[in-house]
């Protein structure tokens, strides 16, 4: 026997719910004079075969073949004129859903003009109002078969990634240079997204980028890359960590033998350092050698000097000299992604 919805309405939709079906699961059998009951904050779409039919705004409505064209139509085509039919009801929400998160589920590959390939990893949030709940029905439900809140938002967020990747390798800017462009970057992926999110029957309201950060690995090579700037003299960097190492040795090791013990480490330390510091400057002084003929002249210094070349010049890593230029203690010239910095700025800096 027929299951007849004689009365079909959602009196408790939560504020974070999108769209809530009714029956929950399967069709239901509805007929003409069947009531349906939409609160202010609703509208009730009626879905058959994949498609969206008519939609009913706030109030109560009596089915009818006037208020029910489409469907009544299909109704004449399927059923000989009778005048029970087999739909669904989607109760769409039409409020303004706010603080929607979205993230990189993996990291962002970005050439970088310091640092050559970097990952990043970003977040923010958004929020988004249904527009029309026809197109949403038919885009959301019908071809992606989502009804979830968060089946939903996770689809959406799919899209502000591709957005926001693309939007990054466009704009080719460097990984110390992003966090004074979340305003222009946030604008500019918002832009990229409206028409997707119409598309969908919804319009993206506010789009936030709260952070762009370097993934672990990229972290460590920063730091790896700022430290190794920062040794200037590797034979005494050698020493200092075997002098490091003796004396955790001699601490751990008591006070007789470990006294002992620390003595010859002091010497092996030292001994050891010395030659490995020997052992690096004479392959670096070989691979020099290898790379230039015998007589060559050593370059001369150029009087206007890229951000590797000023770096290599005062003796620092490029970061260190990147925060030099970018809080206004060394003059530099920025075109486009790269800084042209001169030998006389970095002369009269170092001799003030």
């Known amino acids: 026997m027929a299951r007849i919805i004689d009365v079909v309405e959602v009196p408790n939709q939560e504020a974070n719910e999108m769209v809530r079906r009714q029956p929950e699961f399967g069709s239901g059998d509805f007929r003409l004079g069947s009531q349906v009951i939409v609160r202010e904050y609703q509208q009730a779409v009626f879905f058959r075969d994949g498609k969206a039919y008519d939609t009913f705004g706030p109030g ?13 139509g299909l109704l004449r085509q399927v059923t000989d004129g009778k005048t029970m039919f087999t739909a669904e009801v989607y109760f769409v929400s039409m409020r303004e859903f706010i603080d929607f998160k979205w993230g990189t589920s993996e990291p962002i590959p970005l050439r970088d003009a310091d640092l050559g390939l970097v990952r990043l990893r970003a977040f923010g949030t958004f929020s988004m109002q249904v527009k029309d709940p026809a197109l949403f029905v038919n885009k959301i439900v019908g071809s992606q078969g989502l009804y979830q809140t968060d089946q939903i938002a996770q689809f959406l967020r799919g899209m502000i990634v591709a957005k926001l990747t693309d939007l990054l390798g466009t704009l080719g800017k460097g990984l110390f240079d992003l966090p004074s462009l979340y305003d222009e970057i946030a604008a500019g992926t918002r832009a990229k997204l409206q028409d997707d999110f119409s598309n969908l029957g919804i319009q993206l309201k506010t789009f936030y980028v709260s952070s762009i950060n370097p993934t672990e690995e990229t972290a460590r090579a920063i730091d790896d890359r700022a430290s190794m700037g920062a040794i200037g003299d590797m034979q005494k960097y050698l020493q200092y960590q075997a002098a ?17 013990a620390a003595g010859v480490g ?21 691979g020099q050698a290898q790379g230039q003929p015998a007589a060559a002249a050593p370059a001369a210094t150029p009087e206007i000097m890229t951000l590797a070349e000023a770096a290599a010049y005062m003796r620092v890593s490029e970061a260190d000299l990147l925060a030099l230029i970018q809080s206004g203690e060394l003059k530099a010239k920025k075109i486009g992604a790269e800084y042209r910095i001169s030998k006389k700025a970095i002369d009269s800096y170092l001799s003030s």
């Open 60 to 72: 109560r409505h009596t089915i009818t073949t006037a208020n029910l064209p489409l469907v009544s």
């Open 244 to 260: 490091r190492g003796i004396r955790d040795a001699a601490q751990s090791g008591g006070t007789g033998g470990g006294l002992a």
């Open 266 to 286: 002091l010497g092996a330390g030292v001994g050891m350092g010395a030659a490995m510091a020997q052992a690096i400057g004479q392959a670096m002084a070989g």
